[in-house]
């Protein structure tokens, strides 16, 4: 009988392991194009014309040249207290400006799309430039365990932000989608993962998640679309972080949230939406924003990807008041949409402010 009864027991748990693999969602695809470039999970995506794109370009050489009213205020942080943190590991994040993150949990430090650079360019006396200086001072970080890049564009791929931070911390490993790789090597950064959508690695006590999003890349005039981009999830025993790095909106957030969901925070990009006709697929408005927290399963968002450098029409007050009106709509309370100044310490989860800090003049 006690044979039986352990026979029947071990058929039961076989279905239902059975049924569990089943319903499992299936692994992410690595898509390319019939030339072997990297694609979307959608295909190909249709860009805008020269009838859209070439007025754009205009009108940034003439924004550049004339300034931006309404970027977003920022706080003093000498970087005392996030060094003590990375002993004590209170969860905090940090926006250091653009998609630059710091974020402290489980005792690791990480950073995601790291960016000093005043510009976001191919050469330093031209392109778009920093409104306000970076949050914290690179001389002035804590210890870095892991930095995360989201793809190969100057304003999430610095190259001279990335060689600075593997000189300061030799063990720093830094995780960037397939074929990106080489670029850091050639700057003498050896300590680099390459990773696919779905792959995961380690640090500590963190699962370090490479994950689809909906972008594109290119360095120079011949390589679109040779590199691979991704969003990140940090996955550790009492804090999930979802990156969202640099997407238009699409259904694959609903996955990653089946998968991996629900995060106690989902830093989402806010800004360079407009004009809509080019930036529609591969830049997401702030309600698109919005929706992409909800659909990840986030209990809080913090908005970033904006107020940083000069990038598209919209002015740099205009994302966050949309931002914060679309949360609500999403059914987020004020509580859980995140806007802080460029260098404020907030605690994770609650969002509230982690150290006294005090406001500068930032030039209009």
Same mark, same amino acid.
């Given at each position: 009988?006690?044979?039986?009864?352990?026979?029947?027991?071990?058929?039961?748990?076989?279905?239902?392991?059975?049924?569990?693999?089943? +319903?499992?969602?299936? #692994?992410?695809?690595?898509?390319?194009?019939?030339?072997?470039?990297?694609?979307?999970?959608?295909?190909?995506?249709?860009?805008?014309? %020269?009838?859209?794109?070439?007025?754009?370009?205009?009108?940034?050489?003439?924004? *550049?040249?004339?300034?931006?009213?309404?970027?977003?205020?920022?706080?003093?942080? /000498?970087?005392?207290?996030?060094?003590?943190?990375?002993?004590?590991?209170?969860?905090?994040?940090? =926006?250091?400006?653009?998609?630059?993150?710091?974020?402290?949990?489980?005792?690791?430090?990480?950073?995601?799309?790291?960016?000093?650079?005043?510009?976001?360019?191919?050469?330093?006396?031209?392109?778009?430039?920093?409104?306000?200086?970076?949050?914290?001072?690179? /001389? /002035?970080?804590?210890?870095?365990?892991?930095?995360?890049?989201?793809?190969?564009?100057?304003?999430?791929?610095?190259?001279?932000?990335?060689?600075? *931070?593997?000189?300061?911390?030799?063990?720093?490993?830094?995780?960037?989608?397939?074929?990106?790789?080489?670029?850091?090597?050639?700057?003498?950064?050896?300590?680099?993962?390459?990773?696919? =959508?779905?792959?995961?690695?380690?640090? &500590?006590? %963190?699962?370090?998640?490479?994950?689809?999003?909906?972008?594109?890349?290119?360095?120079?005039?011949?390589?679109?679309?040779?590199?691979?981009?991704?969003?990140?999830? *940090?996955?550790?025993?009492?804090?999930?972080?979802?990156?969202?790095?640099?997407?238009?909106?699409?259904?694959?957030?609903?996955?990653?949230?089946?998968?991996?969901?629900?995060?106690?925070?989902?830093?989402?990009?806010?800004?360079?939406?407009?004009?809509?006709?080019?930036?529609?697929?591969?830049?997401?408005?702030?309600?698109?924003?919005?929706?992409?927290?909800?659909?990840?399963?986030?209990?809080?968002? *913090?908005?970033?990807?904006?107020?940083?450098?000069?990038?598209?029409?919209?002015?740099?007050? +205009?994302? #966050?008041?949309?931002?914060?009106?679309?949360?609500?709509?999403?059914?987020?309370?004020?509580?859980?949409? =995140? %806007? #802080?100044?460029? &260098?404020?310490?907030?605690?994770?989860?609650?969002?509230?402010?982690?150290?006294?800090?005090?406001?500068?003049?930032?030039?209009?």
């Amino acid at each position: 009988m006690a044979r039986w009864a352990r026979a029947l027991v071990a058929a039961l748990a076989l279905t239902l392991a059975a049924r569990v693999g089943a +319903e499992a969602p299936p #692994p992410f695809e690595q898509p390319r194009d019939t030339n072997g470039r990297f694609t979307n999970l959608a295909g190909p995506l249709e860009r805008a014309g %020269l009838d859209v794109t070439f007025p754009f370009f205009l009108r940034r050489i003439g924004k *550049i040249l004339s300034g931006r009213d309404g970027i977003p205020s920022q706080v003093e942080n /000498d970087g005392a207290f996030l060094r003590e943190n990375a002993r004590a590991s209170i969860p905090t994040i940090t =926006w250091i400006g653009h998609a630059t993150l710091l974020v402290q949990m489980a005792h690791q430090t990480f950073v995601t799309d790291p960016m000093w650079s005043s510009r976001a360019s191919p050469v330093p006396f031209a392109g778009p430039k920093r409104f306000h200086p970076p949050g914290i001072a690179l /001389d /002035d970080l804590p210890p870095i365990d892991f930095v995360v890049v989201s793809h190969n564009h100057y304003d999430h791929l610095d190259l001279e932000s990335l060689h600075a *931070i593997a000189e300061r911390n030799p063990t720093a490993r830094f995780f960037v989608p397939l074929a990106n790789g080489e670029l850091l090597r050639h700057e003498g950064i050896e300590n680099v993962e390459e990773m696919g =959508w779905g792959e995961v690695a380690r640090s &500590g006590d %963190l699962e370090i998640h490479c994950l689809p999003t909906q972008h594109w890349s290119r360095r120079g005039l011949f390589d679109g679309m040779d590199a691979l981009w991704a969003s990140w999830a *940090i996955v550790g025993p009492d804090t999930r972080f979802y990156f969202a790095g640099d997407t238009g909106y699409f259904n694959g957030f609903r996955d990653i949230g089946e998968r991996l969901g629900p995060f106690d925070l989902a830093a989402v990009p806010i800004g360079a939406y407009r004009p809509r006709e080019m930036m529609k697929v591969f830049h997401m408005d702030p309600a698109e924003a919005a929706q992409a927290g909800r659909d990840v399963g986030a209990r809080a968002m *913090i908005g970033m990807h904006y107020g940083t450098f000069d990038l598209s029409d919209e002015p740099p007050s +205009e994302p #966050p008041e949309l931002f914060r009106a679309a949360g609500r709509v999403a059914g987020y309370d004020d509580d859980d949409i =995140w %806007l #802080p100044s460029i &260098g404020e310490v907030l605690a994770l989860p609650t969002g509230k402010p982690a150290i006294s800090q005090r406001l500068l003049g930032v030039p209009e």
